[in-house]
């Protein structure tokens, strides 16, 4: 049985994603809501010319350090009923 090398956790250390990246991913987000999201996405998006640059000032500092807020590990999981399927009477 050969057994293959450890993987090379990568290296963020030199990770820095530019101010114009964050506004693109801001401006591509749907307008949707979700339960867990803090503030309204309509409004983030309309405000992100005034907050891309501590945003991205955040992320890069939480990839660089490894570290992240306990409220960016939170998820909010809902099931998406499918569509009912109608029986078909016997014939």
Same mark, same amino acid.
């Given at each position: 049985?050969? &057994?293959? /090398?450890?993987?090379?956790?990568?290296?963020?250390?030199?990770?820095?994603?530019?101010? #114009?990246? =964050?506004?693109? %991913?801001?401006?591509?987000?749907?307008?949707?809501?979700?339960? &867990?999201? /803090?503030?309204?996405?309509?409004?983030?998006?309309?405000?992100?010319?005034?907050?891309? #640059?501590? =945003?991205?000032? %955040?992320?890069?500092?939480?990839?660089?350090?490894?570290?992240?807020?306990?409220?960016?590990?939170?998820?909010?999981?809902?099931?998406?009923?499918?569509?009912?399927?109608?029986?078909?009477?016997?014939?």
């Amino acid at each position: 049985m050969v &057994s293959s /090398p450890p993987a090379i956790p990568p290296d963020f250390s030199s990770f820095t994603p530019f101010e #114009s990246e =964050i506004h693109k %991913i801001l401006s591509k987000c749907p307008n949707n809501q979700c339960d &867990s999201d /803090p503030i309204l996405t309509r409004f983030l998006k309309d405000c992100a010319s005034v907050l891309v #640059s501590a =945003i991205t000032n %955040i992320a890069n500092l939480s990839v660089i350090s490894g570290k992240f807020h306990p409220t960016y590990k939170e998820c909010v999981i809902s099931a998406l009923l499918k569509k009912q399927i109608r029986q078909r009477s016997a014939v």
